[in-house]
């Protein structure tokens, strides 16, 4: 009997003893933010968490100000009301517009002067849906030129030891353009949030910033997060998924032309716009997926990347974003800049071969997935 | 050396041995399980304050209205896949709530459909108003994160 209630003893101090949750790395803070015209979800884990995801937060509110098309003095609503003349902007506001540059001349189907005519047709914000006619939207194609967006570094071409200076950064729009940034910047918070939780020496974070997600270390069990892809054929279901993603110090974005839409003679009109006809883009492909390394690369602004191709390769459809895939390669870790989940209108998922063991098929979607390389 | 003395355990000894056992299972049960994770809750917050929160069947007696930034909601009790709200008692489909009607302008928040599980959430963004379940049994499958 004595030995029975030693052993019962022993199993009670074990039992309790795996069920507390010392470990500080499990402490979490989850906050909601609506900002950037989206709602943001930030759960940061760790014992600073709460100091983190309000330092998150007060990112995304900094980065608003600055590139909201709303907000009277915004860097962006500066831009668009300086009628081609070139206005001082933030650092911030400096960096993005060169990504933004940077991607525009990669991937056709990206372009943040699209923003006239993405307001015509109502997708702007604040103005009613509508098909406008091929006469006016011929006349506002002429305004879609990346080109002519200009930005000027004083320091940099005369100090460039000097070049935090925010003072000596200008940039200017071309006669009637307007810019709208909302296709890459949230991608631009995710990469800064990434230095706030490195700062704030989090051990993992799960980040989702209206569909722009990035899984920061791995989940509280030591496993990969899980992501869903939302199945665009089944919209309305927020269980129904093309498949789920397993990630780890990622980001992933995804694009869709059932995210934001209106309905007029029978037909769907959504909110992505090609700069190359000035209609809502038809390239057979319902989502975009693109996944990039939040920290082994080259290149340190891998969210902004991933927002803007999310787009970009929506635009372009399967096959030439499968060759622009192919001819992306990070230099230091010699392969993909990022890898791709596509989902097609005639009923496949595509995956890139980089994804291939992170990927797992929702069988109930109904899809058939196809590994290419 | 002198022995001590023997002693014979009582049922009362063994009460407690079990009772211990007992409250240590418990814990660790409860731990493992997610520990606070608490019976299905929706949280209704305006501009990242909340404002309210309910148990989802209680939109069966009658649908919440909820105003902000000029905008009105709807939130009922509903089915997924189901349209009426009223329908799936007998359904044996998965009960959740959504916005059955808004008057904002981009409707996402009705296009958002029905939500049944912790974490899933409805955004109407003109009225800043978000509306998202907590807690609930987590599923083994469930995701951390959507995209799209």
Not at chain 1, 2 to 15: E, G, I, P
Not at chain 1, 47 to 73: G, Q
Not at chain 1, 85 to 103: G, K, R
Not at chain 2, 73 to 101: F, K, Q, T, Y
């Amino acid at each position: 009997m004595k030995r029975l209630t030693a052993y019962v003893l022993l199993l009670a101090l074990l039992l309790a003893g795996c069920g507390g949750s010392a470990d500080p790395d499990t402490a979490q803070e989850s906050i909601q933010v609506i900002a950037m015209d989206t709602a943001m979800l930030i759960t940061t884990y760790g014992e600073r968490s709460p100091a983190a995801a309000y330092a998150c937060e007060d990112v995304i509110r900094d980065l608003e100000a600055k590139f909201s098309r709303t907000v009277e003095d915004s860097d962006v609503s500066r831009l668009n009301a300086a009628g081609g003349e070139a206005v001082a902007i933030s650092l911030d506001t400096f960096t993005l517009l060169n990504q933004a540059q940077h991607c525009w001349r990669a991937a056709q189907g990206f372009d943040i002067t699209i923003a006239p005519l993405a307001a015509a047709w109502g997708f702007a914000g604040g103005e009613e849906y509508r098909v406008p006619s091929r006469e006016e939207i011929d006349a506002l194609l002429t305004l879609v030129d990346q080109g002519a967006v200009s930005c000027t570094s004083k320091t940099r071409e005369e100090d460039p030891a000097d070049y935090e200076d925010e003072a000596s950064y200008t940039a200017a729009l071309g006669p009637g353009q307007a810019i709208d940034l909302g296709g890459i910047a949230k991608g631009y918070a995710a990469d800064k949030i990434v230095k706030v939780l490195q700062e704030h020496d989090v051990p993992r974070a799960n980040i989702n910033l209206g569909g722009n997600v990035l899984a920061y270390g791995d989940r509280p069990d030591g496993t990969p997060w899980r992501v869903g892809i939302q199945d665009p054929a089944r919209a309305d279901e927020q269980n129904a998924f093309a498949g789920v993603l397993a990630l780890t110090d990622s980001f992933a974005v995804t694009s869709g032309g059932y995210q934001r839409y209106f309905e007029e003679g029978g037909k769907r009109y959504h909110h992505i716009i090609d700069p190359a006809t000035g209609c809502p883009a038809d390239s057979g492909l319902a989502s975009v997926t693109v996944v990039a390394d939040a920290f082994k690369t080259q290149q340190p602004w891998n969210g902004t990347m991933c927002d803007a191709y999310s787009t970009a390769l929506f635009v372009m459809g399967e096959e030439k974003a499968l060759e622009f895939w192919r001819s992306c390669r990070d230099l230091v870790a010699e392969e993909p800049l990022f890898q791709l989940v596509l989902v097609t209108e005639d009923g496949r998922v595509v995956v890139t071969e980089g994804l291939a063991d992170r990927f797992a098929l929702d069988e109930s979607s109904g899809y058939t997935l196809e590994v290419v390389s | 050396m002198r022995a001590f003395p023997k002693l014979r355990p009582t049922a009362w000894d063994g009460l407690v041995v079990l009772c211990v056992a007992a409250l240590a299972l418990g814990t660790a049960l409860f731990q493992w399980r997610g520990g606070s994770s608490g019976a299905l809750t929706a949280v209704v917050s305006v501009d990242g304050e909340e404002t309210d929160r309910f148990a989802p069947a209680e939109l069966l007696e009658a649908p919440r209205i909820y105003s902000a930034n000029g905008y009105t909601l709807e939130v009922c009790a509903a089915v997924r896949g189901e349209a009426s709200p009223l329908d799936h008692r007998n359904s044996g489909g998965e009960a959740g709530i959504r916005v059955s009607r808004s008057d904002c302008p981009t409707q996402d928040c009705v296009h958002t459909g029905t939500i049944t599980r912790g974490g899933q959430s409805i955004v109407c963004l003109p009225a800043r108003i978000v509306i998202r379940l907590e807690g609930g049994t987590v599923a083994p499958d469930a995701v951390d994160a959507v995209l799209g």
